[in-house]
């Protein structure tokens, strides 16, 4: 009995050394991974914030197409709402349907990446051979149409489209990970002393493969983000969800460029990009822990 626990002890051990050692290189971030903490962190206070912050209602109506000035930080629309107001809450549907979208993706592509990595036979090339055929067709594409002919594309379709098809690349380089830590000793003792299939893969592979399931995970939400904007940019949502996607749709449809109202189209294009960027910063920064582990 004595043996029996100092082995199952030594296993718990182990395992706590394997998660420490990946938890270690996220929560000791380098300053660029603490600049994209910070950048995420304000959105995130933005959009909880909006109603308190916010100078006006985003539906508010003033004088259309004026410029930024003392009442108007940001200046006012074509509609004559403020644009300031729409930015703080426009964050709100960016913010949810991007990182909820890559959420799912990220557990889907986890799960198929550890499933076809580990598991051999048909299971593993039946996976494989959807991703194959899913990644000969443009991502974007082919959210876009399907998109276009679902009767409703509130923010939970958003969320179900987006994220139900931007996880292939994260499965893939899931799959190629696991498959190198398949062949490792710890392995193999973990079959030797009588564990399960799935018990390996979620207590044992996990995880060693959690510092490219976070780098993908960064890198997938950044693109959902990209990508919701994108499809609200293209008038493909809920006309009644205010975005930044949208404000820039809205802003190109009534020739805000031409005209010369910068301040409506600037603010929500550079909101996207700083956030998209914050994400960025945070995956390089784990990327460069991770490997600054390994070599050490």
Not at 41 to 61: D, G, N, R
Not at 160 to 178: E, K, N, P, T, Y
Not at 238 to 264: E, H, K, R, V
Request: proline content about 5%.
């Amino acid at each position: 009995m004595p043996a029996m626990n100092l082995g199952l002890n030594s296993q718990v051990n182990a395992r706590s050394l394997r998660w420490a050692a990946f938890l270690k290189p996220i929560l000791m971030l380098n300053n660029k991974g603490r600049i994209g903490c910070v950048i995420i962190l304000f959105f995130i206070l933005m959009a909880i914030f909006a109603p308190v912050v916010s100078p006006y209602s985003p539906t508010k109506v003033f004088t259309p197409w004026l410029p930024p000035d003392a009442a108007h930080w940001l200046g006012t629309d074509n509609y004559g709402q403020d644009v300031l107001s729409q930015l703080l809450y426009g964050s709100r549907a960016s913010l949810v349907v991007g990182i909820l979208s890559g959420l799912l993706s990220g557990v889907i592509g986890v799960i198929v990446g550890l499933a076809s990595g580990y598991l051999k036979g048909i299971v593993s090339e039946v996976l494989m051979r959807l991703v194959d055929l899913l990644l000969v067709i443009p991502t974007l594409a082919l959210i876009i149409i399907i998109g276009a002919f679902l009767p409703s594309e509130g923010q939970i379709t958003q969320i179900l489209v987006i994220g139900g098809l931007s996880w292939l690349w994260m499965a893939r380089s899931i799959r190629s990970q696991v498959m190198s830590e398949r062949a490792k000793g710890y392995v193999e003792v973990a079959r030797i002393t009588g564990m399960g299939r799935v018990e390996i893969m979620v207590r044992e592979i996990l995880p060693n493969v959690a510092s490219v399931i976070v780098a993908n995970l960064v890198m997938v939400i950044t693109a959902a983000i990209l990508v919701q904007a994108s499809l609200n940019f293209l008038g493909i949502g809920s006309p009644n969800a205010l975005s930044w996607g949208t404000m820039l749709s809205l802003g190109f449809t009534d020739n805000a460029i031409i005209d010369g109202a910068y301040w409506w189209i600037v603010p929500p294009g550079l909101a996207i990009a700083l956030l998209g960027y914050g994400f960025v910063l945070i995956g390089n920064a784990i990327l460069e822990r991770f490997s600054q582990t390994l070599e050490g």
